[in-house]
């Protein structure tokens, strides 16, 4: 995606030269860094690593119980047995499609509803009210009615899904398109700019940012409600494989399910990271 009015801005710019600017400004600059160094490439996967050293050292030294929580090496033997027998995988492929789709028809409500309620004074006053008297409503109190309306089956799963992530990704695109600045409004009035022209050039180029930061809350968002749902009269999924292990006390199975969450939150959050750096070249920020 092309920054907003990227052939646009070039023709009122005025080049500056680096030469021109004053001799002790220029000093100035090389004499203090304030922004970020180029951060590396696998940074982010510190703070985990630092996580599983103390759990791994805390459970040799035995300061943690390990009857309690068992330690990194007991999840990843019985992670083991569970891809040799079949059922992780089997179990993981129905989880991540009930997210999937719960992500797909979230997604698309929440921007769609986003550009009707921010981009129209009418759909703002019928639409934004609503979504805000919805995000008081905790999803877990929603969930016996959505078993009333849908049943115990799919669909109310992948409509608690699509509900939870609908709330975070609608909140940040919407105020993504409220916050354009002004003058870009006004300059494409001045080119008399189409309605299209103006979504496609301005618009979309300037709530991107919000949208994919919407969709990394939603992201995380779909598999917090898969936990939920998953613990509702389900016969398959990483959730089922857990209220049945903790029916038998299994507490390393338990441990293999909640590891297999939480990798693929911070999975999920590094497709979008990946996806947000590439569409969001043009942008120069502290963390870029």
């Known amino acids: 995606m092309n920054a907003p009015f990227a052939n646009i801005t070039s023709l009122q710019s005025v080049p500056v030269a680096v030469d021109a600017l004053p001799s002790d400004l220029t000093d100035r600059r090389g004499t203090r860094r304030l922004g970020l160094k180029t951060p590396l490439a696998w940074g982010w996967l510190l703070g985990p690593l630092l996580l599983l050293l103390y759990w791994s050292v805390f459970s040799i ?6 009857r309690i929580l068992p330690a990194p090496w007991t999840a990843i033997t019985a992670g083991y047995e569970l891809i040799s027998d079949g059922r992780l995988q089997q179990n993981l492929a129905v989880s991540a499609w009930r997210a999937a789709q719960g992500l797909a028809f979230g997604a698309t409500a929440g921007v769609l509803l986003a550009l009707i309620s921010g981009l129209s004074l009418l759909g703002g006053y019928v639409i934004d009210g609503l979504v805000q008297l919805k995000r008081g409503i905790p999803v877990l109190a929603l969930i016996p009615f ?57 618009v979309l180029p300037g709530a991107l940012p ?35 292990a903790r029916n038998y006390a299994q507490t390393d199975v338990m441990l293999v399910g909640l590891v297999v969450y939480a990798l693929l939150g911070l999975g999920s959050d590094a497709v979008v990271r990946v996806i947000q750096r590439r569409a969001l070249t043009w942008r120069r920020t502290l963390g870029a």
């Not at 030294?61 to 390990?66: K, V």
């Not at 105020?175 to 299209?196: F, H, M, N, P, Y």
């Not at 809350?217 to 209220?243: H, K, P």
């Open 61 to 66: 030294t035995g300061f943690l119980d390990t």
């Open 146 to 202: 959505m078993i009333l309306w849908f049943g115990v089956g799919e669909a109310m799963k992948i409509t608690v899904i699509a509900v939870t992530v609908f709330a975070p990704i609608y909140i940040h695109t919407h105020s993504a398109l409220r916050a354009i600045d002004l003058k870009q409004v006004e300059l494409a009035e001045t080119l008399g700019l189409g309605r299209l022209a103006f979504i496609r050039h301005v």
């Open 210 to 244: 919000g949208m994919l930061l919407g969709l990394r809350f939603g992201v995380t968002a779909a598999w917090l409600a898969l936990v939920v749902v998953e613990q509702l009269n389900a016969t398959s999924g990483i959730g089922y494989m857990i209220t049945l």
